[in-house]
């Protein structure tokens, strides 16, 4: 990113839209980029307290009357001199008549001048008569080396121990995904702990990242105990899944393998959709994000959705390998595509951007989205390329519904022949993974509530009281296997599936 800003404006590029909340390290990256540039050039920084400043200079040495953005932008354009001119948090008055105006007189008349604007500031915000002369970069987040001067810096104050190379690269990766200044607070934090930070604080490091992302509320870390043999039937997708166990490696690079881009799983509710999503985690040894759209969309401020969006997937992709999971994306996405312009056209511009993303993403950041309203999410998802497969979770076979049970039973008792399994399979025609699991603890309470251990047949009475989605929703499910079967991939077994259609 350093070295597209670099080109950006040695390509005398007039204007930069540079999205950070991290100012310093953003200065930083910019009076490098301006001090090698040939000839060199000065950085000046506008912001509406002080007006213009050189970068470097106290604040009070202030270029005079430049506390107005017309004015500023005035300024700038009457220099003669090579320069980068920052101007800090624009966005409130970029859409101003005046603002606007100048801001394109000015940057007209930058050509053949080695001169550049950038507009600096944690949300993007570009006027539409803007469109077309700004470009627009993300700032990323620290890498490995720019925490690695975090971390020498803050073994230098506290004069702490030397680290092995394997001991400093855990400190440094437990903190990938935060900005400079928490990365500092969190190595700070575990120091005053522990009184040190070494290898045993790695797990300091870590909770507290998990806070801090959590604190900006979109991302969630999501940590699963069940391993991926605790969902019951699915052998398709499962094989699908721990063959791409290593994708991510080094080794899958040499040998030539592309990274695994997502998944898309679709399917009937209650049938192990979510579940599968958070065993992947275990199986790749991936941290796994879950993304809530919901809190993504914000009305409070024009671009706000669109920051919080890119800020979740810069972290994401900062916290990379990793898994992004996004449950339910029809109902994230359900308002683009179709009439959904009540939202001033939010969830569309979100939902380009997303897409955009997942175009161009070159970080292995795997996103696996499941859905259930096939007809709600727009074309552009299903379209075959975007996800390197959809798989089409259905209702449990005879055997998956058996295998649902194993699972559930032993779960609960440690000896489950007492069960006949395959009698319950039989009785259970039609529901989900989830009806299954109720239906034990359904005939659970019953049995408790005599003063009993549970039987076969209390299972048999829940089942039977319960009508299943399957047939309370015949209509939906129906139509979502028939559009499913032709499109997707059927996560159950091809024999499974066999059995399925003889049923
Ligand atoms: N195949 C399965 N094997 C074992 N348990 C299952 C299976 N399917 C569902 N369950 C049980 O049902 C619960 C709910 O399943 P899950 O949340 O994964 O369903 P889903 O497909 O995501 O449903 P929805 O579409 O409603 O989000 C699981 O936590 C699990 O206990
Ligand atoms: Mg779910």
């Given at each position: 990113m350093k070295e597209e800003l670099n080109i950006l404006v040695q390509a005398q590029y007039p204007l930069i839209y540079l999205v950070t909340s991290e100012e310093e390290r953003a200065e930083q990256a910019i009076s490098t980029i301006a001090q090698s540039s040939k000839p060199q050039r000065r950085v000046y920084v506008w912001t509406v307290t002080h007006g213009i400043v050189e970068y470097g200079q106290p604040r009070n040495v202030t270029q005079h009357n430049t506390v107005s953005p017309e004015a500023a932008i005035e300024w700038i354009s009457r220099q003669k001199e090579p320069g980068i001119f920052i101007l800090k948090d624009l966005h409130p008055f970029i859409d101003a008549p005046a603002t606007n105006r100048s801001l394109r007189d000015a940057i007209a008349s930058?050509?053949?001048?080695?001169k550049n604007i950038i507009l600096m500031s944690p949300m993007q915000q570009v006027p539409i008569e803007l469109e077309k002369e700004v470009v627009v970069i993300d700032f990323s987040l620290p890498d490995m080396g720019d925490l690695n001067k975090v971390l020498t810096n803050h073994i230098e104050i506290y004069r702490g121990r030397r680290l092995t190379t394997e001991a400093r690269e855990k400190l440094l990766r437990a903190a990938l995904g935060l900005t400079k200044d928490e990365a500092e607070k969190v190595y700070r934090k575990a120091q005053v702990t522990t009184g040190r930070l070494t290898e045993d604080e790695v797990d300091i490091v870590l909770s507290e990242k998990k806070q801090l992302i959590r604190r900006n509320g979109i991302l969630e870390y999501i940590e699963e105990d069940e391993t991926i043999e605790a969902v019951g039937g699915l052998e398709e997708l499962k094989k699908w899944l721990k063959q791409r166990s290593?994708?991510?490696?080094e080794r899958a690079r040499e040998y030539g393998l592309p990274q695994p881009k997502g998944m898309l799983i679709l399917g009937v509710p209650g049938c192990g959709k979510s579940m599968i999503a958070k065993t992947t985690s275990r199986l790749w040894g991936l941290p796994l994000l879950r993304l809530d759209m919901g809190r993504v969309y914000?009305?409070?401020?024009?671009g706000r959705s669109e920051a919080n969006l890119r800020n979740a997937l810069k972290t994401a992709e900062s916290i990379s390998p990793a898994i992004l999971f996004i449950d339910e994306l029809d109902k994230s996405f359900s308002?683009?595509?179709?009439?959904?312009?009540?939202?001033?056209?939010t969830s569309n511009r979100i939902f380009g951007s997303f897409l955009t993303w997942m175009q161009e993403k070159k970080s292995p950041v795997f996103v696996m989205a499941t859905a259930n309203r096939v007809e709600r999410l727009p074309g552009e998802f299903l379209r075959k390329g975007r996800f390197d497969e959809i798989f089409f979770v259905d209702l449990p076979t005879p055997e998956e519904r058996q295998d649902i049970f194993t699972i559930h039973l032993s779960k609960r008792r440690g000896e489950i022949t007492r069960f006949d399994l395959e009698q319950l399979a039989k009785m259970s025609d039609g529901f989900s993974g989830a009806e299954i699991e109720q239906a034990i603890v359904a005939a659970m309470y019953e049995a408790f509530a005599q003063e009993r251990e549970f039987t076969q047949l209390d299972i048999i009475a829940a089942l039977k009281a319960t009508l299943p989605l399957s047939r309370t929703m015949q209509e939906q499910v129906t139509a979502l296997r028939d559009w499913a079967r032709q499109r997707a991939r059927p996560a159950a077994s091809s024999v499974a599936e066999y059995q399925r259609m003889e049923f």
């Open positions: 930058f050509k053949g001048m080695q290593n994708a991510f490696t914000d009305g409070s401020m024009v308002g683009s595509g179709g009439s959904g312009d009540s939202d001033g056209g």
